[in-house]
Structures are given as structure tokens and as C-alpha cells.
């Protein structure tokens, strides 16, 4: 999900995050909050209690479930005591899960990620999912390293964002009952036949019912109607990750567009919008998919 703020970018606005919340339940999607779609590096922390900004996100979006759905927490960081605690809060307030991304920047050793990360990280009380995503950490997963560390307590998935399918392969048959989830939407159909279980997904913001459909049609091996759905999709995935800007910019474009600014396109910086240039081919993407 998206973390939306009000039109100086200060403040989440709280209204709008909870009826983005409901409308992934609506569609029977799990939620997944405060990750990079959600501007995570940007939220403020206080002292990790309940009422930091952290906090309220979290208490807010899992009072607006209500155990309707899971409610997944991104928690990682590049220190680990700052995870575990993050981890911790996320616990405490409720959450189902919490997605933990390798240490970025400091670049870690695999051995390293296994036992001074994972390891402390899985001790708290709540499962943890992995997630691989070296382009944005500079820190790569060998597949071995995904093996061992699913094999300790409290990890119990991967979130597969590396693009290498032959680490994925290895990793299926070395830990054939890992859950994966693809963390890139242009690859779910791809991660899901290789046994990968659905999808992280930024464009289930925009289009949280034919994403889901997707997911359900390749969980039951309906490779023709998920291939259909995957298509009508193409387009607006693209949009989610214009060439030349990050994450979340799409993303947080289109929902502009699509609840006719009551989200507001705004950005804690250093990120900043879109140019408006864009507009005229967002809003003929939301027109066909008939999400406008």
C-alpha cells in the first residue's frame, strides 16, 4: 500500500489510508504496509511506541481490517537492533507478519545476513518473509543463504525481487515448502510457474480485484485466464515504474487520478511527483481498464 499524506506532505492522512485498507480487503487481498510503495524511509519513528507515526499507521490499518485479512509490516533496516524493534512494535500493535528486507547500503556478508539479521529478527514472535531485492540494497541473496536462513525459527517466506529465476529454481528445490511471493508484478505469472505462491503487488493499489483474480486463477494452474487477466494488466503495470523514476511515483499517480485528488500527489522529499507531462497517458490507462 501506498502511505498517503495530506497536501504539504507533514501528515498521513489517516482517512484515506484506512479506505485503502478497505478496499484490498474488499477484493480479499492481504495488506502489506510501510514498505517501499508505502515511503517507509520517510515515516517517522518517535520511540517506536504505539503513538510514533510508525505506530499509528500500523494500529490504524490493522483497527480498519480487523483480522478480516493479514496485515504484513515492512520492518527492515541496515541495523538490525532497529529491525528487531520495528519488529517488535509491529507485534505488539497487532500485525499478522512483518517483511523484512536485507540490510541495504552496509553490505552485509552472507553469513552475516543469516546470523547477525534473520536469525535476531526471527526470535520476535510474529513470522517474518524475506525479501531479496539487491537492486535497491546492493546486497544479493546466494540461494544457499535463502535456504539456511528459511530453516530458522520464525522465517517462513521470500519475497522474490533478484530477477535471477535460476536462484529461484535452486531455491525451490532446495527448500521446496518455502512460500515465495513474487516481488515484482511484471513477473507473478513467471514466479507463480515456478511454484511461487502470488505477488507483492503496487498495482493492486489501482487494481486490487483483477490483481487478486490473477493470483487466483494461476494458483489453480488456469495459465490461459491468468495470461488473459496478466495482458489487460500490462499497461498499467508499466505505469507503476516509469522509466527514470522510482517507485512509488506511478503508483501514487494513478490512485491521484483515480480518487480525483483526494489522494494528493505528494512525496516526502528527496522524492518528488511525477511531471505533469504524464497525465494524458495515466489517465487514458485508468480509462481502458475502466478504473476511472
Not at 481490517?65 to 538490525?80: D, E, L
Not at 480525483?260 to 522529499?269: D, K, S
Request: hydrophobic share 35%.
Amino acid at each position: 500500500m501506498i502511505t498517503p499524506f495530506d497536501p504539504t506532505g507533514k501528515y498521513v492522512d489517516y482517512d484515506q489510508l484506512r479506505a485503502l485498507a478497505e478496499a484490498q480487503v474488499q477484493a480479499g487481498n492481504s495488506v502489506c504496509i510501510l514498505g517501499t510503495t508505502g515511503e517507509a524511509p520517510t515515516i517517522e519513528e518517535g520511540n517506536r511506541g504505539a503513538e510514533d507515526e510508525r505506530g499509528r499507521i500500523i494500529r490504524e490499518v490493522v483497527d480498519q481490517v480487523r483480522n478480516r485479512v493479514r496485515v504484513i509490516v515492512g520492518t527492515g533496516t541496515n541495523f538490525t537492533s532497529d529491525a528487531v524493534g520495528h519488529t517488535n512494535q509491529a507485534a505488539e500493535l497487532g500485525a499478522d507478519g512483518v517483511l523484512v528486507v536485507t540490510p541495504y547500503y552496509n553490505k552485509p556478508s552472507q553469513r552475516d545476513i543469516v546470523d547477525n539479521y534473520y536469525r535476531p529478527i526471527g526470535e520476535v514472535d510474529l513470522p517474518v518473509i524475506m525479501y531479496d531485492i539487491p537492486g535497491r540494497t546492493a546486497t544479493k541473496m546466494d540461494p544457499e543463504t535463502i535456504v539456511e536462513a528459511s530453516r530458522l525459527p520464525g522465517i517462513i517466506g521470500l519475497k522474490f525481487a533478484s530477477g535471477d529465476f535460476d536462484q529461484l529454481r535452486q531455491v525451490r528445490r532446495d527448500a521446496p515448502n518455502l512460500p515465495i511471493w513474487s516481488g515484482d508484478d511484471a513477473n507473478t505469472l513467471n514466479v507463480m510457474r515456478e511454484g511461487g505462491v502470488g505477488v507483492v503487488s503496487v498495482a493492486s493499489n489501482a487494481d486490487p480485484n483483477r490483481v487478486h483474480n490473477l493470483v487466483d486463477l494461476a494458483s489453480q494452474e488456469n495459465w490461459d485466464g491468468a495470461q488473459a487477466i496478466d495482458t489487460e494488466l500490462a499497461e498499467l503495470i508499466k505505469a507503476c515504474f516509469p522509466e527514470g523514476w522510482s517507485n512509488p511515483r506511478g503508483i501514487k499517480y494513478l490512485m491521484h487520478l483515480m480518487s480525483r485528488g483526494a489522494i494528493h500527489n505528494v512525496f516526502r522529499q528527496p522524492l518528488g511527483p511525477l511531471p505533469e507531462e504524464f497525465r494524458p497517458r495515466y489517465q487514458a490507462i485508468l480509462t481502458k481498464l475502466g478504473l476511472i
